[in-house]
């Protein structure tokens, strides 16, 4: 059992930088792997980048690549997302999930917990 409380998101300037932070309760966070997901209005959840429980790897959706860095520190039970050169088409609701795998998958039905989300804001 894990909760998970995502914070950071905000109004930013297209091409600018924000990150965000997923706080989550529970001994055993280090046991799972961690991802972040978006979904905007009237769009479908989407997903963005993933870690394994170690923090030892990675994954990114296309879209993200070379943009965004996914890490965890498992000490402080938090995973981040570091976002830079933002664009508008980042704009949306940005969600933290949880899945007791080494590295969960790219599809939200993989995983089994999830924040609440923070909402992201790119203007151009």
């Known amino acids: 059992q894990v909760q998970l409380v995502e914070s950071g998101g905000g109004l930013v300037q297209a091409g600018g930088s924000l990150r965000l932070s997923c706080a989550a309760s529970?001994?055993?966070?280090?046991?799972?792997?961690m991802a972040w997901f978006r979904q905007a209005p009237g769009k479908e959840r989407e997903f963005v980048a993933a870690?394994?429980?170690?923090?030892?790897?990675?994954d990114y959706a296309d879209s993200v690549k070379d943009r965004f860095t996914i890490s965890r520190d498992n000490a402080k039970n938090t995973v981040y997302l570091q976002m830079t050169s933002l664009k508008p088409e980042d704009t949306a609701l940005y969600y933290c999930?949880?899945?007791?795998?080494?590295?969960?998958?790219?599809?939200?039905?993989?995983?089994?917990?999830w924040g609440q989300g923070t909402q992201v804001t790119v203007s151009s």
């Open positions: 999930a949880a899945v007791r795998l080494v590295l969960g998958s790219r599809r939200s039905e993989g995983y089994d917990y």
């Open positions: 529970g001994r055993t966070f280090s046991s799972y792997a």
């Open positions: 870690i394994t429980r170690s923090g030892s790897t990675t």
